[in-house]
């Protein structure tokens, strides 16, 4: 019966209508490549490109000594590092694309806040290669566990 | 100085250009999409598609009792599996086709053996989707922890 099902299966094309490129302010190799992938995907499908950037302030260990006008600074950075983003996508050719900020942990918040609220059908992560290894950071690793959208991982 | 390295940065376009789809037996929806985004893929960049399947044969609790005759069978049945695959596929519009056969622990498998010699620069997973849940398996989960390509968890 299994065989069945297979073989009535019928190929079809694909493609995702609405993308979440996740960045953060650690620009390596595999941010620039995520960046490169999700516009040429916006450009060629012609669809709509989120970009999400978080100001993390959830391990209060680190932050909670942050006062608010570093905390302000540091929101500052943060979009302008996101206006870069989206001016360079413009610039490319993507004709749809929206800064998206987040405040907290960054995988929490972009499962439960922005994708929910943006609603991707593809989710673009860099892996965060550091000196040649390719290894996955927590970030990603927890994004592509456990969104709804698919993901891909560029390395 | 971190400004003016990413103020530099330039988007270039970007796609694969070698994809390897692991496929197995449980044909869910999240493999029926994994095998769309392939083949589109494949097909709009011409692009060659290795579509690899892998018998189990890591689990000796479960396989130890397998005589001979139930691990061929096992094999024939993956191998049909797999041209079915490859066929839909070549009918679908790909040009270049290959099935890959391993045997083993996938996950293992797939990263040690089948990736190293096929050189995918993006590996094309489904999530496994059960009953509507959004969860990632434990194959598609060490895959994109550890793959030295881009992967793709397709839901």
């Known amino acids: ?9 019928v190929v079809e094309s694909m493609h995702y ?4 490129l996740a960045v953060d302010d650690d620009d390596d190799d595999s941010s620039h490549k995520a960046f490169n992938y999700a516009c040429t995907v916006a450009k060629v ?16 260990n680190i932050y909670q000594s942050l006062s ?21 996508a413009q610039a490319f050719g993507v004709q749809d694309v929206q800064p998206l900020i987040g405040e907290g942990k960054p995988a929490r918040v972009i499962l439960e806040d922005i994708a929910p ?4 059908d593809l ?6 290669t550091a000196r040649g290894h390719s290894h996955i950071g927590h970030v990603a690793s927890e994004i592509a566990r456990e969104a709804n959208a698919s993901v891909i991982i560029v390395r």
Do not use: C, Q, W
């Open 123 to 128: 989710i673009i992560v860099g892996s965060h």
């Open 45 to 60: 499908y012609e669809v709509p490109l989120g970009i999400v950037s978080v100001l993390e302030t959830g391990d209060l």
């Open 68 to 88: 608010p006008d570093m905390l302000s600074d540091r929101r500052s950075e943060i979009v302008a590092h996101l206006n870069t983003y989206v001016e360079k």
């Open 1 to 9: 019966m299994a065989e069945e099902t297979e073989e009535d299966f």
């Open 117 to 120: 609220s943006f609603n991707p």
């Open 17 to 20: 209508s609405r993308l979440l």
